[in-house]
């Protein structure tokens, strides 16, 4: 059953902690990428990965770091240097590099601080 | 001047009836669209992709493209209640792999 899995569903953050999304993906794919979306707002690019041991930002990776140490997954780490870290975060899947490559997602991480 | 715009505010339907969806784009040389579903508290789904210009079909689903005037449609034909959800627009710029999203809209069919 191939797919993109992310874990937890659910993640509370306290004050100055760090915290890691898991995402994997069965699907084969060679890129993957990291979305925020806020309430009423479109999703927001982090990082992306095009191919493993290279990521780069996105449109706003401050606070925020990654790894892609192998071709299924790639997590996103949250620090305690994002200051508005409460949002629901996506993790999606593309099959190569190729410019017109659809993009799929998973099912999200919601992150919540206390 | 936003990557992506979509119409603001919620759009109501009747059942059975036609949902109308519009967006626009500000980079001239994008060569791929995609229209995504997202239900309240889930992930966005892909309902349609189109790369030329003219009027794509998929079942109920119709999207079309005018890279002249800078915009992409969607149609949704006999509107259901399971319709209704956010549709979101996205476009990916000439010359790289990144996806710029709209805010969406908004869609209820009303039984």
């Known amino acids: 059953d191939g797919g993109i899995t992310q874990s937890p569903k659910y993640l509370f953050r306290k004050e100055g902690q760090n915290v890691t999304l898991s995402c994997e993906q069965n699907l084969n794919h060679d890129a993957m990428y990291w979305y925020r979306q806020d309430p009423g707002q479109g999703l927001r690019l982090i990082y992306y990965?095009?191919?493993?041991?290279?990521?780069q930002k996105g449109d706003i990776a401050e606070g925020y770091s990654v790894s892609r140490e192998k071709k299924e997954s790639f997590p996103l780490t949250v620090t305690s240097a994002q200051k508005n870290p409460t949002a629901f975060y996506l993790c999606?899947?593309?099959?190569?590099?190729?410019?017109?490559?659809?993009?799929?997602f998973g099912p999200g991480t919601r992150l919540l601080v206390l | 001047q936003k990557e992506v715009e979509q119409n603001s505010g919620p759009l109501s339907v009747p059942e059975g009836a036609i949902a109308s969806l519009n967006c626009t784009y500000s980079?001239?040389?994008?060569?791929?669209f995609f229209w995504y579903r997202q239900y309240s508290g889930k992930s966005p789904e892909l309902i349609m992709s189109?790369?030329?210009?003219g009027d794509k079909e998929d079942g109920r689903f119709t999207a079309q493209l005018n890279k002249a005037s800078q915009y992409v449609s969607l149609l949704i034909r006999d509107s259901q209640p399971s319709d209704s959800a956010t549709y979101l627009c996205a476009v990916r710029g000439g010359g790289n792999n990144r996806l710029a999203f709209g805010k969406g809209n908004q869609v209820v069919v009303i039984p």
């Open positions: 990965s095009q191919i493993v041991n290279d990521f």
């Open positions: 999606a899947s593309s099959i190569g590099r190729a410019s017109g490559e659809t993009q799929y």
């Open positions: 980079d001239r040389v994008s060569q791929s």
């Open positions: 189109i790369y030329s210009n």
